[in-house]
């Protein structure tokens, strides 16, 4: 059975934890041999800058080798719909691209943004799905509508800054209790939910007490990842809470995790849902915010458009560890590769 990596929900906390563990180590010493001899295939549907850097700097510094592919640019567009009378721009259909791709390389790693048409649509995954379903090596989600990469970053980076393992705190506990605020953003363009849905995942998956705050009730996130966030309290402590309050919800939080994304009872309708987003610029996170919070730490997946988003005096503070998270993508990412191409039946706790 191929074990792909689509989703953290899909993986056990002891195996994100190791996941963690190894990356840690990766970041302590960058070189390794794990995927000597193999290939992983990164196909971006759309661009990338430190996806595609961290991940084929990744695989060269464990010894493997990374092809880098844009279907419709350097390579031939692709179909996804079963079924499908192919008489458009697509020249050839998944189920062979998958299938091809795994008679190539080892790995396969895919990053698709949804068309922002039809949320009942978008939010099937169809892309990564369709490669997972038909590939024969496992497949690794760069980013779709959710980022579990940047999940794993974003809480290596909290574990460090909090603590483990470097003061001797069990990085499984040290961010159980914190504080996180998860603050939507203004953003001139509607922008992917992925990073907010993965973000809500990661934070109740490590038993912090999670706030979501945005400007009304039509910027709550998709059922799927409330209930899913849901569940992680229920199995992991902590809690889960709504806001559009920025006061209340920034005074006393530890973490403050910014993010920009689109209304989803707007979708494919953005004319309407932008005089709601342009009302709420004030959600920027600035000094007078911050100051709210319990010497709370900040940070972005990145891109972040400055004076937009969040402040120059808050980017270049010392609580704004954006630049740290970023670096472990890198770390991650390895720790996921070598994963996924490690014996069969290998536990990646056993390592």
């Not at 790995?107 to 048409?117: E, H, N, S, T």
């Not at 209790?177 to 363009?189: A, D, E, F, I, N």
């Not at 999670?210 to 009730?217: D, G, Y």
Request: glycine share 6%.
């Amino acid at each position: 059975m191929i074990r792909h990596f689509l989703s953290t929900q899909d993986w056990s906390r002891a195996d994100l934890d190791a996941l963690l563990a190894r990356a840690a180590a990766f970041k302590r010493t960058k070189a390794g041999r794990e995927l000597v001899g193999k290939s992983v295939a990164l196909l971006f549907f759309n661009p990338s800058m430190r996806t595609r850097t961290s991940f084929e700097l990744g695989a060269f510094q464990l010894g493997g080798h990374a092809i880098v592919l844009a279907p419709g640019k350097d390579a031939w567009p692709i179909e996804f719909d079963t079924g499908a009378i192919m008489d458009g721009e697509a020249e050839e259909h998944v189920a062979e691209v998958a299938r091809v791709l795994s008679r190539y390389v080892d790995l396969i790693g895919v990053r698709a943004f949804p068309k922002f048409r039809d949320w009942s649509v978008d939010r099937e995954d169809r892309v990564i799905n369709a490669f997972a379903r038909h590939a024969t090596v496992p497949v690794i989600n760069m980013e779709t509508i959710t980022h579990p990469m940047q999940e794993l970053a974003h809480i290596l980076a909290l574990q460090q800054h909090f603590g483990a393992p470097e003061r001797g705190v069990d990085p499984a506990q040290v961010l159980r209790g914190k504080k996180y605020v998860l603050t939507w953003t203004y953003h001139p363009r509607p922008l992917n939910t992925a990073v907010a849905n993965s973000a809500l995942q990661i934070a109740t998956r490590y038993g912090m007490d999670v706030t979501l705050l945005c400007p009304t009730p039509d910027y709550v996130l998709d059922s799927r990842y409330m209930d899913f966030a849901r569940a992680n309290v229920a199995a992991n402590g902590g809690s889960l809470r709504v806001s559009h309050d920025p006061d209340e919800a920034y005074r006393g939080a530890h973490v403050v995790y910014a993010k920009s994304w689109g209304a989803l009872p707007y979708f494919g309708r953005w004319d309407e849902e932008k005089p709601i987003r342009d009302a709420h610029r004030h959600f920027i996170v600035d000094e007078r915010k911050m100051a709210l919070t319990d010497h709370g730490v900040f940070s972005h997946c990145l891109p972040l458009r400055r004076n937009v988003k969040a402040t120059d005096a808050v980017m270049d503070s010392p609580a704004c560890i954006a630049i740290e998270e970023a670096e472990n993508r890198l770390h991650v990412q390895k720790a996921v590769m070598a994963a996924l191409v490690a014996q069969p039946g290998l536990a990646i706790r056993d390592w």
